[in-house]
């Protein structure tokens, strides 16, 4: 089982709960996540180690929306941009081998839902 | 009451700007610095152990070894010539932090290179930037030619490609051409170099380019 996404995941925590308490603080209860193809990200490890991390933190019982970026490529040849499927790279229009990648690298925290009643409000 | 909170940022934010810190360290000393990474095995403490000889004439190394459980690596360097320090990899990769303590323990006014050996992996280490100037991935013949197919984020994210090993290309199943194709789709144009720790070909050319590479760091 990679082990990663336990560094990772504590990192998501740390980064989620800055911006809480940069804007009030309060109880965050959903995140939302661009996680690439090419991120080597996994998103159950990640929900997995999630559950753990957070207890007794303002991020406890907070869900994690993951949307996935599919791996993008655009053909030097042709021009087209795919899809590539599993380990065939290659363009789906000309079969170039000649590619390059154009999207599906990112793992970004793209957003953070927080519930704040009138007490966190003043204290923030 | 609920609102939503914008963030837009990279999950390993905090990592990164340590190792931003890092490169500071090494670009203050006109260091050269090199993060190693390859799977166990594919020759990361060969590689270094061969090319200190031949570059210690002109150059003074420091390595920093990721090892989980031994000071074997460490051991092995230092034998070779270079002031060697282990850091505690208590993990699947080093991260910036453990390279900063790294740093820590060692002299950097008296050191034009440092590699940092990172730990045994294909996966873990390539979210983990540690500042370095740039990044190495060591792929072995014997791993097969699939692994870019299969780790394409490592791939993606190394600067220079060396292939280990070869004198092993008649004995085992290897597509170069395969090989090659899926690198590129990856990472188009990134400085490769097929060599042999075993046999020392290939090794010559490698050397020269850490040494231009040195030079250039230090003369920006």
């Known amino acids: 089982m990679p082990m990663h996404e336990l560094p990772i995941t504590r990192s998501l925590l740390d980064l989620a709960i800055r911006h809480a308490e940069a804007a009030g603080g309060g109880r965050i209860t959903d995140l939302h996540l661009e996680v690439g193809r090419l991120s080597g990200v996994i998103n159950r490890f990640v929900q997995f180690y999630w559950d753990i991390v957070t207890e007794g933190t303002p991020a406890e019982g907070a869900l994690l929306h993951f949307k996935h970026i599919e791996l993008e490529m655009e053909c030097l040849g042709c021009g087209a941009v795919f899809n590539p499927e599993g380990d065939d790279y290659a363009c789906t229009a000309c079969s170039s081998t000649e590619v390059q990648v154009v999207d599906g690298e990112q793992f970004h925290l793209v957003s953070i839902d927080l519930e704040q009643d009138d007490s966190t409000m003043s204290e923030g | 009451m609920g609102k939503t909170i914008p963030v837009v940022e990279k999950i390993t934010k905090a990592n990164d700007q340590i190792a931003a810190m890092n490169r500071t360290r090494f670009d203050e000393h006109d260091i050269f610095s090199l993060n190693l990474m390859a799977s166990p095995g594919a020759g990361k403490t060969s590689l270094i152990e061969k090319s200190i000889p031949l570059l210690a004439d002109r150059f003074r190394l420091g390595v920093i070894e990721g090892d989980i459980a031994t000071s074997l690596d460490a051991d092995r360097t230092e034998a070779a010539g270079a002031t060697s320090v282990q850091i505690n990899a208590a993990s699947c990769h080093l991260d910036a932090p453990m390279v900063s303590q790294g740093l820590d323990q060692l002299d950097l006014p008296s050191l034009d290179i440092i590699i940092v050996e990172n730990v045994g992996n294909l996966v873990c280490p390539a979210s983990w930037d540690l500042g370095t100037h740039l990044r190495v991935l060591i792929a072995s013949v014997p791993e097969g030619d699939d692994k870019p197919f299969k780790y394409p984020a490592m791939y993606r994210g190394v600067d220079v ?52 590479q040195t030079r250039q760091t230090a003369t920006l």
């Open chain 2, 161 to 212: 490609l060396v292939i280990n090993k070869i004198d092993l290309l008649p004995y085992v199943i290897f597509d170069m051409d395969r090989f090659r194709e899926g690198v590129e789709a990856l990472n188009r144009g990134v400085v490769t170099f097929p060599l042999s720790c075993q046999t020392g070909e290939g090794i010559g050319a490698w050397v020269d380019w850490v040494a231009d």
